[in-house]
């Protein structure tokens, strides 16, 4: 652990790893604490096999670049996240006109989101300190995440979520046995009630980015999708952006690696939200460095922020990678998920088609190349709000079980064309 | 490819891997196909690492023991299937009394199910035969698999589901772009409607254990469960069984290994069925070989088969492990779902719940030990039956965002009594 501190993103103070919480006082909402770590200690220069990789199958296989205790191994295995499928989708490029188009599907962490990541260094570090009770706001995936989590090591665990959180999403919560409070609010409130809540009874609170192991556990993904690439940097990496958190894990997985010497460069951070919750990107084509807090209402609930939790830092990620923060159409993003769906047998949450519905942009206003190698990080699992993505369909309706009837249905399916019956079938 | 073969299993014909389609004509239902491997050719004596075993996270790292074309690798990089987690799940073990109880998690296939390695394999030898449109009939897990391929590769997809699959099923279906033909009736009626439709247009039909790579694709499950226990077999593996394919494909995939010479004995196969749908589990205790139909009417749909399509090779391979089929209550499926689901932070489907709730009754009948290694194989995503599951929990009322709304809340929560808010708070 003498390899490890922590340093204030906004004033450059340094702490000690135990010697702060949540973050640094020195601007009215918290300069978030992103890790220092020793490089040259942890093998810099060396291969990541020969320094810190470890072979296990699953985030901790970086453990040695995070902060936990080697010996509290009960919380790593309880529950097993990351090492999550990274391959190349071609069907999916093709369609895009682009070379090389790789998935990141982190859908397959065990409560079907990126979010486990977080959520599980944040358990790890509860039980080192001792903690009984765990408690997040989240839009919902990062409270499932912190639930299963809490649920597989028996921590007790509150999540506070946004009162219009999809019904699937609140029943997951519940399934886990959390206590989810369904805040009369949107996300935003939900945080404020969270904080509050855990400084007046004493939980330990995750809030992603106010907890700085939040970014330290995302920043695995970054790792994996290097070491599945053969520690080749892709050229660009996409995300969808709510809080920035995400971005800004990356960024450090990505930091990381190159202070190594793994890789030499680091990939572009293309960050994608939704017009109708784009404060980020709006503080990014102002050129500044603070974000004005905006009212969030996106259809992606994953991504429907109006006060981003780690705007700062992601900016800063994105400005440092030569990256961009762009928007799609609300309009767009179901069209896209059900598309992206069809297209790659990955089932989308809203929130996880943004970038894919950002390409054609980006193509125009050159910020990729279609020659590029680039990875869309997929951040949620689609079965979580198919009521959201496959509103307005049809149920499919009843058949008789006879093949005359099954020829109407059929063609009837597709508007008048047998598709499948052949002509004289 | 000289390699492979097939072989019935009623009447032991063979045949040449491309001679026959489906199945031997020598029964009413069918003689189900079984593969037949030249195991010498295939380097027996010799380890994994040095044979047949490749570096790929995904089923196909076993593609040498499966008859396909190793040139035809699109199909098997659209939707990387296979290679899921197996790990200790040490809470849920010390709950049960369980020195060493394994989750096999094939919910984090790609599209939520084991059934994706049987659908991966079909796709594969589809495309190599050149056929355009594949059908299944299938409670919802196999139906949704085949559309995700599908969905991946390009290929036309029809699936016949019965009229009570969950609407979250149906609408996973839809979101794939698969035609989905709702069948007035059972699970059984739907098969009997497709393999007529695909005979009658010439798809190419997926029926689990009628289409013989089925079985074949599961096999691949088997196989990782001893790469990751480091080629040791474990003493029992526990499924839930509704056609009985699941667990002869697990069979298939532990012949493999001992007939390769990477372990020394097979485990015993524990198949559990709902006391609801218990046809295998009623042939079983006759102690014949042949199944009667039986009507089927559990919660748990992907294990609410009444005619089972694979019994007669399902009941083979409990009886040559020394195994045992067993059943649970009916009324103890969704309880034992939840409960599990709350000790492992794994959310379960109903089906996937069977094992766990028959853990006593096997305990108690000293079909195991308490100090065995025992894996349970989770085949199924939670996220697809979470109505059925949390069917009547209250819907989290809505919370003003102050303290004291919360603190009351909390107390009302947990009955009164304030758990998580110390006396003073």
Chains 1, 2 share one sequence.
């Not at 839009?139 to 019904?167: D, H, I, K, Q, Y």
């Not at 054609?360 to 699992?381: A, F, N, Q, S, W």
Request: aromatic share 6%; glycine share 10%; net charge neutral.
């Amino acid at each position: 652990m003498e390899h490890f501190g922590w340093v204030c993103s906004r004033c450059s103070a340094t702490f000690g790893l135990a010697d702060i919480r949540y973050t640094c006082g020195c601007c009215p909402h918290g300069g978030r604490l992103t890790l220092a770590l020793d490089y040259q200690r942890l093998g810099a220069g060396h291969a990541p096999g020969d320094t810190v990789l470890l072979d296990e199958p699953s985030m901790w296989r970086y453990r040695r670049l995070l902060p936990v205790t080697e010996s509290l191994s009960t919380s790593w295995v309880a529950l097993p996240v990351g090492w999550t499928p990274l391959y190349r989708a071609d069907k999916l490029g093709k369609q895009l006109g682009l070379a090389e188009l790789f998935i990141k599907n982190e859908a397959l962490n065990p409560t079907g989101s990126l979010k486990d990541r977080a959520s599980a260094l944040v358990v790890a570090k509860a039980m080192e300190l001792g903690e009984r009770t765990v408690a997040t706001a989240s839009s919902g995936n990062a409270a499932a995440a912190l639930a299963g989590l809490c649920a597989a090591t028996g921590l007790r665990c509150l999540v506070f979520v946004p009162e219009r959180t999809p019904a699937s999403k609140l029943a997951q919560l519940a399934a886990y046995g959390a206590t989810v409070v369904r805040v009369r609010g949107d996300y935003d409130t939900a945080v404020e009630l969270s904080l509050a809540a855990s400084a007046e009874w004493g939980w330990y609170c995750r809030n992603t980015a106010v907890n700085p192991y939040t970014a330290e556990g995302k920043k695995t993904a970054a790792l994996e999708i290097l070491e599945q690439l053969g520690w080749k940097s892709p050229d660009a990496v996409l995300v969808p952006v709510g809080d920035g958190n995400i971005l800004v894990g990356l960024y450090r997985g990505f930091v990381d690696a190159l202070a190594m010497g793994w890789i030499n460069q680091l990939p572009r951070l293309i960050g994608v939200q939704s017009d109708a919750a784009a404060a980020l990107y709006e503080a990014w084509h102002r050129g500044g460095t603070e974000v004005v807090p905006t009212r969030a209402a996106t259809v992606a609930d994953s991504i429907s922020v109006g006060n981003p939790q780690d705007g700062y830092r992601a900016l800063q990620a994105v400005r440092d990678t030569n990256g961009v923060l762009t928007t799609v159409p609300e309009s767009e993003i179901v069209p896209t998920a059900r598309w992206f769906t069809q297209q790659t047998g990955v089932l989308a949450e809203p929130a996880s088609a943004v970038t894919v519905a950002a390409l054609p942009r980006l193509l125009r206003e050159r910020h990729i190349r279609r020659d590029e190698r680039m990875v869309i990080v997929h951040t949620g699992h689609g079965l979580k709000t198919l009521d959201v993505v496959m509103a307005g369909s049809p149920r499919a309706r009843v058949v008789e079980p006879t093949l005359d009837a099954l020829r109407s249905f059929i063609t009837d399916h597709h508007g008048g064309e047998p598709a499948f019956v052949p002509a004289n079938g």
